[in-house]
């Protein structure tokens, strides 16, 4: 920079507008790129800041010249790969030091029992806290992102608030249509992440759990919207090819599919913690 100016406010309220010329000190305009150099502000552990590198180019300091009216300061960014620090307590965490390093606990069970779930209805996800939060600002990707980030689940899905609804499987999405309005908006139940070839469901109105067959992975999955379960269950997942139904009975919780390659109508009982299968 040549000249800059400086203004204040005095105490009679008038303002003073005072210009400092460095032009006659310094030889001329630096020149690109041979008067500049690259400058990174970092912490100590790597070149990163904030989840990212930002690159500055500043004069160096040997060099007796002057940026000029016209300089632009081009900054670089690029992002880092997530890590430890860069993240910090959620709310209703606390940080505690352990032989492993810094961990975020849970100061009360009940804080979990307060969270508020009127706002997330059926078709919508919600973010449920691993205990870790970014630093406000910060700009990192990957690395160690899915050890801290949240777990995108389901919405607790309330059956007495929608009693009525159609459940139609459309292979990469299995989704409902309520029949309590006119307004016939259909929601899709699950994370695209759960599914991969769905070709038959049904639902226990009960527990508000979800049935499907998953002819990809050959499997029978259960994932229950009570706002905790982090992973579809699977049930079935031997002896089976290509299930191409199931119905589940709301009265004995006995679940029936159709076996296809198989030729076979088989069952279990899902209110048993190991496979009965019939």
């Not at 150099?37 to 070149?47: A, G, R, V, Y």
């Not at 406000?136 to 919405?155: A, Q």
């Not at 508000?208 to 002819?215: E, F």
């Amino acid at each position: 920079m040549d000249r800059y100016s400086v203004e204040n406010f005095i105490t009679l309220k008038k303002k003073i507008q005072k210009q400092v010329n460095f032009t006659e000190i310094f030889d001329s305009p630096c020149r690109m790129p041979i008067d500049y150099k690259e400058w990174s502000p970092h912490d100590f552990e790597s070149k990163c800041l904030l989840g990212s590198t930002q690159i500055f180019l500043r004069r160096m300091p040997s060099r007796k010249c002057y940026n000029g009216n016209e300089f632009s300061r081009p900054v670089y960014q690029i992002n880092c790969p997530c890590k430890h620090s860069d993240y910090e307590c959620d709310l209703g965490y606390m940080p505690v030091t352990k032989s492993i390093g810094f961990h975020c606990d849970l100061i009360h069970e009940s804080w979990l029992q307060s969270i508020n779930y009127s706002n997330c209805s059926p078709g919508r996800m919600f973010n449920k806290t691993k205990g870790y939060r970014k630093l406000p600002g910060d700009t990192c990707e990957g690395g160690e992102e899915d050890w801290y980030s949240p777990h995108l689940l389901p919405c607790p899905f309330n059956t007495t608030l929608m009693p009525e609804f159609i459940l139609f499987v459309q292979r990469q999405e299995i989704s409902i249509i309520s029949l309590n309005d006119y307004d016939f908006t259909k929601l899709s139940l699950l994370p695209k992440s759960f599914l991969t070839n769905a070709i038959a469901a049904d639902f226990d109105y009960k527990n508000s759990c979800l049935y499907w067959s998953d002819i990809h992975s050959n499997r029978i999955l259960r994932y229950c919207f009570d706002g905790e379960q982090l992973q579809p269950e699977a049930l079935v997942e031997i002896g089976i090819d290509s299930v191409e139904g199931i119905a589940f009975n709301q009265i004995n919780g006995h679940l029936y599919f159709v076996n296809g390659n198989k030729s076979k109508v088989e069952l279990i009982n899902t209110r048993i913690n190991y496979e009965g299968r019939m």
